[in-house]
Structures are given as C-alpha cells and as structure tokens.
C-alpha cells in the first residue's frame, strides 16, 4: 500500500546536538512539507517542497534544514540553533495544486522528539 | 494565519449528527475549502474537501454556502471514534496549507 513513513516514532536528543527525522513517501507525489505541532496546538508550518531539489520555509523555518535530494524523501534536521525543539513532528505529501481536485494532503504517524 | 475560524470544541451524541461550522469569509474565488481530524497523537486524516458545490463522500458531507463565507462538515452518524480535532483550512495558492486550532469534537455514549 502506498503511504507515508516517519522514522523513528520517538527521538531524545541531548541539548546541543543536531537530529534528523526521515520521512519518506512512495505515493509519487510532488509536494512534501513538515509541520511542527505543540500540545494543544494546531500545526506549524516548517518547510515545504513543491519539486526535487527545491524547498520554501515556512513559517518557523529558523533552527531547522532539509533536503529534496529525492522526490520519495524529505529529511528534517533539527540543528542546535532551534531553542525549543521538543514537539511533535509531522511530515505530509501531496500532488500538485493544478491537480487538487483529486484529494488532500497524506500525513505521516509522527515523530515525537524530546531533548533531555 | 489561519483563513478560517472554527468553535474552540463541540459535544455529540454517539449516533446524532455532528455538525462542524467554519468561518472562512476571506476566502478568494479559486481556493478550495478542507477538512482533517487528527485523533490523539496521530497524524490528521483527509475527510473531504469542496469548492463551490456540496460533497459528500464515505465519510462525511461537506455544506458550502453560496457565497462561499462559510461551511459545515457534518458526520452523519457520530461513532465515539469520532472524536478528535476537525480542522478547517483554505489551500491557498502557493500550495500550504494553514492549520487553525481546529474544533475538538466530544463524542459521548
């Protein structure tokens, strides 16, 4: 079945190290986004990728980096620079605009960092 | 920020009709209204989305008002599963998607 994977479900991380969050997609779609969500909170917009080797921030991109190396997988590094990096994290695929009328966005199960 | 406004939470009857509203007043000619739950924990779900028409799918029904200013997702049979967060959200035209606080729907026995 095609679907969206983040890996791992769970993440600690000490202060001052970098982590990375996979996500990958085997639904062939164009776009691909991470949202960062804070208890009872909705979703924050992070990064978004519309096509390989091209990405936006969003709206809290600081402290944070990907890549679009691939059009299956859009990698999350959390870099040091971020203050308050524990959150739940969740990463999305979809197909173009132009294309829109055939659905939605797909999200991942979430990866849940912690910094200790 | 958000292009939509949504009730801070709703309770339901398990079996009765829920009927979810949402303010989106600014809303331009071309973009489309969505609708996702995200229960617990979870990533959201897609449940439907419209245009201009009313749609209704396997799981809900989406309501659009002809001046397009505001709409209602209604599940017609509300199951305790049901319960979660229902967010309301205009694609805009760069392709995001701007997520709300969204509505906590209460389903009860």
Redesign the interface.
Known sequence: DGGITQSPKYLFRKEGQNVTLSCEQNLNHDAMYWYRQDPGQGLRLIYYSQIVNDFQKGDIAEGYSVSREKKESFPLTVTSAQKNPTAFYLCASSIPLYRVGLGGYTFGSGTRLTVV | D?KTTQPTSMDCAEGRAANLPCNHSTISGNE?V?W?RQIH??????II?G?KNNETNEMASLIITEDRKSSTLILPHATLRDTAVY?CIV?V??????????TRLQVFP
């Open positions: 958000a489309y969505y996702y924990s979870q990533g959201p779900q897609y989305h245009l967010y694609r035209g760069s392709d995001k998607l701007i997520f709300g606080t969204g």
